[in-house]
C-alpha cells in the first residue's frame, strides 16, 4: 500500500530547525504513552492550511501523527485539539473509519499549544491529478462510490450513543453556521467583498427546514480522506470543525469540492476529481440519496453555502498567510486571494439558481 509520504505530500524539516514541535518535550511526553525508539524525527505535512500537522517517527520504524494549531494569530475556538481528539476517539467505536488516538496534551505546558498524537495511517491521499493517478480508474471510481458511503455512514451515528449527544447545539445549525463564518470573515478579511455580504444576507432569509440533527464534519471532501490501493476510505481526517447539525451542510460542501472535467470554475485548483474513473456529481446525490433515504431537492442551497463557507475560511488562511502564521515554507499565499473572489460568486450564482428553483 501507498503512504502518505508520497511525493508531493510531506516537506521533511529537521527536529532542530522545525517550528511548532519541541522535540525533547514531544518525545519525553510520547515516551510515557507508547513504547518508542527515541530519538525521534518530526516531518510537516505541507497539504494543509490550518492546523499543523507532523509524521513522528522513531529509529525503530514506530509512525505517529501530531496535530496542533497554527502558530499565532489564532481566533477563538478555531482550533480546538481536545474537541477534535474527543470526536476522533468516539468514533472509534463505529464504523466509521479514522485513525485510533495515542493522547491529548490539552493545555500549553508541553509544547507551548495543546495537541494530540495519533497512528499513522497509511494511505493516498488524492490532492491534486498526479495523486489521482496512483490508482487506477476503478480504484477512483470505488474512493467516490466508498466517499458517499462512508458520510452517510458518518450521518448514521446516533451522537447520544458515542457519547456526542452534547458536541453542539441540535437545532438552527445553518444559522449557527452563518453566524460563526460571517463573524470570522469579518475579523480576518483583508478587503471588503460584497458578493460575501450579499449571500450571507441572502442564505439568512431563506435557511430551510432541519431534520433531525446528525454529526456534521464540516469539511468532508476526497483529500480529507486516506484511501488505500483499491479506493476504499482508510481513515477520515481533519475533524476540527465537526459539531451537530444538519448533514444536507456536508453534501453541499462535497460537491463544491467535487469538480468536474469541463467546469467553468474550480474549487480545488488542479483536483483529482477531473481524473477519469471519478464519478460524477448526479451520482454522488444519487447513492447518498439511496444510502440516507434524505430528500435532497433543495441541495443547491446546501452549495451555495458551502461555497459561501469556503470563501470565508480561505479568507482566514489568507489572512494567516500574510502574517506569516503558517509556519516555515508557508509561500504563495497570493493565490487565496483570488480564489476566495471566484468562491464568493460562485456562491452568489448558486444561490440565484436556487432561489429560481424554489419560486
Given at each position: ?187 480576518s478579511k483583508t478587503r471588503d467583498l460584497a458578493a460575501v455580504d450579499t449571500v450571507h444576507s441572502a442564505l439568512a432569509a431563506s435557511i430551510p427546514d432541519q431534520g433531525p ?147
Amino acid at each position: 500500500m501507498a503512504d502518505q509520504s508520497a511525493p508531493g505530500t510531506f516537506g521533511t524539516v529537521s527536529s532542530e530547525e522545525i517550528q511548532g514541535v519541541d522535540a525533547a518535550a514531544v518525545t519525553a511526553w510520547l515516551g510515557d504513552r507508547v513504547d518508542i525508539a527515541a530519538p525521534l524525527d518530526f516531518e510537516l505535512i505541507t497539504g494543509g492550511h490550518s492546523n499543523l500537522t507532523f509524521r513522528v517517527t522513531d529509529q525503530a520504524g514506530g509512525e505517529w501523527v501530531l496535530r496542533r494549531p497554527p502558530l499565532g494569530q489564532v481566533l477563538a475556538t478555531a482550533h480546538d485539539m481536545s474537541r477534535e481528539h474527543r470526536i476522533i476517539s468516539a468514533l472509534a467505536a463505529t464504523d466509521v473509519p479514522v485513525a485510533p488516538t495515542v493522547g491529548l496534551s490539552a493545555d500549553d505546558s508541553v509544547n507551548g499549544a495543546p495537541f494530540y498524537v495519533m497512528d499513522f495511517v497509511a494511505g493516498h491521499v488524492l490532492r491534486n491529478r498526479a495523486a489521482a493517478e496512483d490508482l487506477d480508474p476503478g480504484a477512483r471510481a470505488r474512493a467516490g462510490h466508498d466517499l458517499v458511503d462512508v458520510l452517510a455512514r458518518i450521518h448514521a451515528v446516533d451522537p447520544d450513543t458515542v457519547g456526542l449527544g452534547d458536541l453542539g447545539r441540535r437545532d438552527g445549525y445553518i444559522a449557527r453556521q452563518l453566524k460563526r463564518w460571517y463573524g470570522q470573515w469579518e475579523k480576518s478579511k483583508t478587503r471588503d467583498l460584497a458578493a460575501v455580504d450579499t449571500v450571507h444576507s441572502a442564505l439568512a432569509a431563506s435557511i430551510p427546514d432541519q431534520g433531525p440533527a446528525t454529526i456534521v464534519h464540516g469539511d468532508y471532501r476526497l483529500d480529507n480522506c486516506l484511501l488505500t490501493d483499491d479506493g476504499s476510505v482508510a481513515a477520515v481526517l481533519d475533524w476540527e470543525i465537526c459539531t451537530l447539525g444538519d448533514p444536507l451542510a456536508d453534501i453541499g460542501l462535497l460537491l463544491v469540492y467535487w469538480v468536474e472535467p469541463d467546469d467553468a470554475f474550480s474549487a480545488l485548483p488542479d483536483a483529482a476529481t477531473t481524473s477519469d474513473g471519478f464519478p460524477r456529481r448526479a451520482q454522488l446525490l444519487e447513492r447518498y440519496a439511496a444510502a440516507s433515504g434524505r430528500d435532497l431537492g433543495g441541495i443547491d442551497y446546501y452549495v451555495a453555502f458551502g461555497y459561501w463557507k469556503l470563501a470565508c475560511i480561505l479568507e482566514g488562511v489568507l489572512a494567516r498567510y500574510q502574517g506569516g502564521s503558517m509556519g516555515q515554507g508557508a509561500e504563495g499565499w497570493e493565490v487565496f486571494a483570488r480564489q476566495v473572489e471566484m468562491l464568493a460568486q460562485a456562491a452568489e450564482d448558486t444561490m440565484a439558481k436556487a432561489e429560481a428553483s424554489s419560486t
